[in-house]
């Protein structure tokens, strides 16, 4: 039973166009969203996160809206740049709870 | 070194053996995670450390699995007993506090585990 779902494996955009990637979780506890990126071979790294009291972070290219009442989160990234072409994750952190819950990830190719 | 350090970063082990898995989080994080990502999944939690307190063993899949953390500081994950399901990359992470507190934390580059 995944909490955390991100329904798009793969997404690919034009350099210089927006990027979305989007995220659905089902716990209404969570009350913590990350997003990580991260390139192969390496580990995932933080990217941005949103506490469930907002509903928007922005921070340089990247901005994440949260909409809690569909439960649903999305990356923004404009514009893309090739260097953004990774594997992106969603997490979320429920109250005291210390792990995080991933999603599948989604794998974004920004194209030259 | 200023990241979460982790070794091997390959391991290649026969099923049925047993393997230690080793991290070094940041210095001065009190927190320390345990997640794998088996192919094609996202990361799934295995266990957490915060300060001197009991671990949260919750993820663990099987008592094949345990860690350890010794002086607050570099943990080991023991996998007894290896099967080709355990084939998995193994990450490794720290934050400066525990849940609840909205720490980010950080990730090794992990181990990738093969059990042939």
């Known amino acids: 039973d995944q909490q955390v779902k991100q329904n798009s494996p793969s997404l690919s955009v034009q350099e210089g166009r927006i990027s979305i990637l989007n995220c659905d979780y089902t716990?209404?506890?969570?009350?913590?969203f990350l997003w990580y990126k991260k390139y192969p071979a390496e580990g995932p790294t933080f990217l941005i996160s949103?506490?469930?009291?907002?509903d928007k972070n922005e921070d340089g290219r990247f901005t994440v809206f949260l909409n809690k009442s569909a439960k649903h989160l999305s990356l923004h990234i404009v514009p893309s740049q090739p260097g953004d072409s990774a594997v992106y994750f969603c997490?979320?952190?429920?109250?005291?709870?210390?792990?995080?819950?991933f999603g599948k990830g989604t794998k974004l190719s920004v194209k030259p | 070194g200023a990241g979460v350090s982790q070794s091997p970063s390959n391991k290649v082990t026969e099923k049925g053996k047993d393997v230690e898995l080793r991290c070094d989080p940041i210095?001065?994080?009190?927190?320390l995670y345990w997640y794998r990502q088996s192919l094609g999944q996202g990361l799934e939690f295995l266990i957490y450390?915060?300060?001197?307190?009991?671990?949260?063993k919750s993820g663990l899949p099987s008592d094949r699995f345990s860690a350890e953390r010794t002086g607050g500081s570099v943990s080991t994950l023991t996998i007894q007993r290896t099967q080709q399901e355990d084939s998995a990359v193994y990450l490794c992470?720290?934050?400066?506090?525990?849940?609840?507190?909205?720490?980010?934390?950080?990730f090794g580059a992990g181990t990738r585990l093969s059990v042939l």
């Open positions: 992470a720290s934050s400066l506090t525990g849940g609840g507190t909205k720490n980010i934390q950080y």
């Open positions: 716990n209404s506890m969570f009350d913590y």
């Open positions: 949103i506490s469930s009291i907002k």
């Open positions: 997490a979320a952190e429920q109250g005291s709870q210390g792990n995080l819950i």
């Open positions: 210095s001065g994080h009190t927190a």
């Open positions: 450390f915060q300060g001197n307190s009991a671990p949260d």
